[in-house]
């Protein structure tokens, strides 16, 4: 029952950091299987386990299984069986084993910093790849339900502020689209070294190359610095506002889909 607890334990501080993961428990076993009803894996989408569901060829088949559970989002039970097999004068009994995985995938969420025509077009992208969409800007005459009727949240206060009081883990994908190059530099300091899985920012080269000389001049990391997204997002050779958000949204995507 300790080893139970443990895992749980463990599993639950890794989702709270945003991480993807399933939890195998044996339901049944049969004939001759190692194992017994109620013991538990947690898997991760990496390949990571902590705990068993019995060792051996089942425990290496429902690793896979939950990965696979994990990559869709999904939740069912799975029957595993032992062939029977004989070594030397000896004969071993076959068995087999069901096991349920539940998967926990929390919705990613989208941070967008700014509420002019960019992050009102990623928005509506963002929702339809079932993404949660905060927005970050003090202009009430744009960050509004009027505006944003899908938002999960509207922060009509100074974003630098607003960001610094917030969480941000793996499943953080951070967007900066603001009003103006001072607004921005404020916003992504705020969540430089905040663990987001994705910062991008809006904006020239020239722009970037400003912001990032400041903030280094301020004892800004560069390591950090480096990972930001810049120009933001897969180049559709379009300034659209509309066309931009498919570029920036298929940017995050490609980020989120690769497993850590």
Known sequence: MIMEENVLKRLGERVQRGEKAALAIVTEVRGSTPGRPGIMMAVFENGDTIGTVG????????????????????????????????TGSEMFCGGGSTIFIRSFVPKPRLVIVGAGH???????VAS?????????????????????????????????????????DLNTYVVIAGPNHISDEKSLEAVLGRGARYVGMLGSK???????????????????????????????????????????????????????
């Open 55 to 86: 060792g051996g060829q089942i425990e290496l088949e429902a690793t896979y299984r939950a990965i696979e559970c994990i990559q869709n989002g999904e939740s069912r039970s799975f029957t595993f069986e032992l062939e029977n097999r004989e």
């Open 118 to 124: 960019v992050a009102y077009e990623l928005s509506k």
């Open 128 to 168: 339809t790849q079932s993404f949660e969409v905060d927005i970050f800007d003090s202009r009430e005459e744009l960050c509004n339900r009027d505006r944003f009727p899908n938002a999960r949240k509207l922060y009509q206060e100074d974003p630098a502020v607003a960001l610094g009081e917030i969480e941000m």
């Open 206 to 260: 020239k722009k970037m190359e400003k912001i990032v000389e400041h903030i280094l001049e301020r004892g800004g990391s560069k390591a950090e610095l480096d990972k930001v997204h810049t120009p933001i997002g897969i180049d559709v050779g379009s300034n659209v506002p509309s066309e931009l958000a498919v570029g920036i949204m298929a940017e995050i995507l490609r980020v989120k889909n690769t497993v850590l």
